[in-house]
């Protein structure tokens, strides 16, 4: 599901959303790292856009 929304993020240059719920425990962090992995190695635009975003504290994702 992760690889298709980049996938067609990518294709179609247009953002895709995917929501990642579950009851603590049951893997989210790693599922994300995972994301983070393939996005590492595939797409390095897109891990350098991810990396900018994370560097901003929650709330503050306005550009400088």
């Known amino acids: ?5 980049l996938t067609r ?14 009851v603590p425990g049951i893997g989210k962090s790693r599922i994300v790292a995972e994301l983070f992995s393939i996005v590492d190695g595939e797409w ?3 891990k350098r856009h991810l990396d900018f975003l994370l560097e901003r504290p929650t709330g503050q994702l306005q550009r400088d």
């Open 1 to 5: 599901v992760l690889r298709g929304a």
């Open 44 to 46: 390095p635009a897109v």
């Open 9 to 22: 993020a990518r294709q179609e240059r247009e953002p895709e959303l995917v929501t990642l719920v579950g």
